[in-house]
């Protein structure tokens, strides 16, 4: 399992980079099969963190991710968000776009 949380920066607001998740996540369907996307990827905010964690497996997790973050920077600007990812039993990794 692999996880990737994206830190938002403050002037980007937590419900409109939740709708670009959403978007992201039917972009994946699209590639991967709806079904796919259900079952390997799992997503929740993190209002106090402004933050938006996703976690899953496979071609769907990274094509959310992936998708996701291009959504991201083509909205708020390369330099709006950072990442940390994690994957199980491996320290986190940190990636800063912009």
């Given at each position: 399992?692999?996880?990737?949380?994206?830190?938002?920066?403050?002037m980007v607001p937590l419900a409109e980079a939740e709708l670009t998740l959403n978007l992201a996540r039917y972009s994946a369907e699209g590639l991967v099969?709806?079904?796919?996307?259900?079952?390997?990827?799992?997503?929740?905010?993190?209002?106090?963190?402004?933050?938006?964690?996703?976690?899953?497996?496979?071609?769907?997790?990274?094509?959310?991710?992936?998708?996701?973050?291009?959504?991201?920077?083509?909205?708020?600007?390369?330099?709006?968000?950072?990442?940390?990812?994690?994957?199980?039993?491996?320290?986190?990794?940190?990636?800063?776009?912009?």
């Open positions: 399992m692999k996880t990737v949380r994206f830190e938002l920066d403050a099969g709806q079904a796919r996307v259900r079952l390997d990827v799992v997503q929740r905010l993190d209002s106090d963190g402004h933050a938006i964690v996703v976690e899953g497996k496979g071609e769907a997790f990274e094509s959310v991710v992936r998708v996701y973050a291009a959504l991201l920077i083509r909205e708020f600007g390369e330099t709006a968000f950072r990442t940390r990812t994690e994957q199980a039993g491996e320290p986190a990794a940190e990636a800063t776009y912009g």
